[in-house]
């Protein structure tokens, strides 16, 4: 039994041997390419809608997404929600001002802006409807955007400051016409 294995083993042996001599050496490099599964991103109905925004807000003249986002990692690396625009020590310059300047906001539909200004943990409020001022509380929240439209398009603004300067911006053309008094 022993010797019938070692014949067997020198006989396999003596055969790989020999065909490998007896071969040409061939250069065949095989490669097997395996597709790695990627896990579907599943991703909700409102954070879709705000991609969709984003992308619709930095095609509109004036916006400057990149700074948009540049200044929100900015202050959200200052601390929670609005602290940047709480403490102008913190910070060169007023982050949350610049950030909603940045954004372009006038002449673009509320409820365009209103998920925006949400995905950006700024507050907002609507301080002005067709003309006509909205009841609003008397607090100042830095970093706030007050909002003005005209059908539902916002056509001023203005972010609310601790130090109590707020510059407001509004569209070019004249928004509001104070209407003739009647008799």
């Known amino acids: 039994m022993k010797l019938s294995l070692v014949v067997t083993v020198a006989v396999l042996s003596l055969a790989s041997a020999c065909s490998s001599s007896e071969e040409p050496e061939t250069n065949i490099v095989t490669t097997t390419t395996t597709t790695p599964e990627v896990e579907s991103v599943v ?51 007023d982050l949350c001002a610049e950030l909603v300047n940045a954004m372009a906001l006038l002449d673009v539909p509320l409820s365009e802006i209103v998920p925006l200004l949400d995905s950006l943990e700024l507050p907002w409020r609507l301080v002005g409807r067709d003309c006509e001022p909205q009841a609003v509380t008397l607090d100042i929240q830095a970093g706030r955007v007050n909002l003005e439209t005209i059908d539902d398009v916002v056509v001023a603004y203005t972010v609310e400051r601790a130090e109590g300067k707020w510059d407001r911006v509004a569209v070019e053309r004249e928004i509001c016409v104070d209407s003739p008094e009647g008799d």
């Open 43 to 93: 991703k909700s109905p409102e954070q879709e809608l705000v991609e969709t925004l984003w992308d619709r807000q930095a095609s509109r003249p004036g916006a400057n997404i990149e700074r948009v986002f540049n200044l929100y990692r900015q202050k959200a690396a200052v601390g929670p929600r609005n602290i940047a625009c709480w403490d102008p020590e913190l910070v060169e310059v």
